[in-house]
């Protein structure tokens, strides 16, 4: 049978494939905003406002943690799980290459050093054989990332961690609602920060919430962070009163947000369960298709789907490369892309010699602790970012239609490996020779003109 002609060389699309808005607001959610705000009830400094408890009593009941603390963003939640575990000046802090930068840039607001770890070259999690090699005497925590909505192996990783008496942060962030070994992400740690930004899968506006087992992380968090270190709230340990001063960052939430998130926790499971269900059906669907592979997981890893991040696999394509399997799915009508550019320590601003940028707080911060970052290597996060094929997955009702379509999509773009590779040769000559007349005068008629 003869492939339809792709989209890229001028055939008609099969998509676009319209995702399902999110967020949505109730309209129980957008009265109850409103009555605050006709009140004026816009600010709450912590547990004694109505609106900050009952947001931080829902989301501690629902991640299984003993304290929450709600905040102005997924960055604030994660510098403060830091600073409640008083890690600062000189501290080094395992993470990840790859991630969103907030989950290095924690580290490095609090004075600390991030070291990084590679990660498993098929979803982009920690590696928990990798983080051993990288303790040294200077180190104080890992903090791992949860990323694409995958959890990450938290039983490995606290396994190494309690070997070596280390505490662990999770960023929950990209993963609400993901578990792994029968417990949620977030649950596993010492303390967790999420994001519940506008994208996320708990999304509101901007807001962010810490949670916790050890109290005294709680409050120290809270000196760091809150309106006078919440010390009118109960429970607010005497021995910090002397501490307590307005010199903190501002992190608190409105009550305005945090009466969505209490709303949105409502829902947000059933919009998981539609996620997962969406994936199972394009899995189903995708059953023949070679040039993208789903990640594997564990017995017990049931991720969330913040993101689909699939991998492209270069030994079927025999010769196209993952980039022009990307431009075709797009011009399919299917954005797909690449959500990392880089493993984090090569980003520009990590450079500790030679930096010509704007000023960064941490080039001398890392420099005199010794970090040359350009100096290592993380083979597989350069693996996981050169075969990355990775989407938004707003798909929340599930969807057969939706789901056969994209299957289909794929399915097109493999028909049409022949045709791609021609012109993906022909690309590349074009490249390689310059479009007419614009081909450099070489050094010698150079030197002739002038
Ligand atoms: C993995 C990860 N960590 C942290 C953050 C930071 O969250 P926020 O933007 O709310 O500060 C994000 C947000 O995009 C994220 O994806």
Redesign the pocket.
């Known amino acids: 049978m003869k492939a339809t002609r792709l989209a890229l060389l001028g055939g008609k699309k099969l998509g676009p494939v319209p995702p399902d808005q999110h967020p949505t607001f109730t309209k129980r959610a957008i009265q109850r905003a409103v009555k605050l705000l006709e009140k004026g009830a816009t600010v709450g400094l912590g547990k004694h406002h109505p609106i900050i408890r009952e947001a931080e009593e829902a989301i501690a009941r629902w991640q299984k943690a003993k304290h929450c603390m709600v905040v102005?963003?997924?960055?604030?939640?994660?510098q403060i799980a830091l600073l409640g575990m008083e890690i600062g000046h000189g501290d080094e802090v395992i993470t990840t290459p790859y991630?969103?930068?907030?989950?290095t840039s924690?580290i490095l607001h609090c004075g600390a050093v991030p070291i990084f770890t590679d990660c498993l070259a098929d979803t982009g999690l920690m590696d928990p054989g990798a983080i051993e090699s990288r303790i040294t005497r200077r180190t104080r925590a890992i903090l791992t990332?949860?990323?694409h909505g995958q959890p990450a192996d938290m039983p490995a990783i606290m396994k190494v961690a309690r070997r070596h008496g280390l505490p662990v942060i999770e960023?929950?962030?990209?993963?609400h609602g993901a578990r792994v070994g029968g417990r949620m992400a977030g649950c596993w740690g010492d303390a967790s920060?999420?994001?519940?930004?506008g994208?996320?899968l708990l999304g509101t506006t901007?807001?962010?919430y810490l949670v916790t087992r050890h109290e005294e992380v709680y409050w120290r968090a809270a000196l760091f962070s809150q309106h006078m270190g919440r010390s009118p709230d109960p429970g607010f340990p005497k021995e910090l009163l002397p501490y307590v001063d307005s010199l903190v960052y501002s992190y608190r939430l409105s009550p305005i947000t945090a009466v969505l998130l209490i709303e949105q926790l409502k829902k947000v499971d059933r919009e998981i369960e539609g996620r997962r269900r969406n994936v199972a059906l394009l899995r189903e669907g995708m059953q023949g298709v070679g040039i993208a592979e789903f990640p594997y997981y564990p017995a017990g890893t049931i991720p969330s789907y913040?993101t689909l991040s699939l991998n492209f696999n270069p030994i079927h394509a025999a010769g196209v490369s993952r980039d022009t399997v990307e431009k075709a799915l797009n011009a399919e009508g299917l954005p797909i892309g690449h959500y990392v550019p880089a493993p984090i320590p090569h980003w520009e601003r990590l450079r500790t010699r030679g930096y010509k940028g704007p000023k960064t707080p941490w080039t001398a911060q890392l420099a005199a602790a010794g970090v040359d970052y350009r100096q290592e290597t993380y083979p597989n996060c350069r693996i996981k970012i050169d075969r990355s094929l990775d989407m938004d997955w707003n798909y929340i009702r599930p969807s057969p239609e939706k789901m056969g379509r994209i299957a289909a999509i794929f399915a097109k773009v493999e028909e049409n490996l022949p045709a791609l590779r021609d012109w993906q040769y022909r690309m590349e000559k074009k490249a390689a020779t310059g479009p007419p007349g614009k081909i450099k005068p070489s050094r010698r008629e150079v030197i002739a003109k002038s």
């Not at 102005?72 to 994660?78: Q, R, V």
């Not at 991630?99 to 989950?103: I, T």
């Not at 920060?193 to 930004?197: D, K, L, N, V, Y």
């Open positions: 102005s963003s997924g960055h604030a939640s994660l991630s969103w930068g907030a989950s924690c990332v949860h990323i960023d929950g962030s990209q993963a920060g999420f994001s519940c930004m994208f996320k901007e807001a962010g913040y």
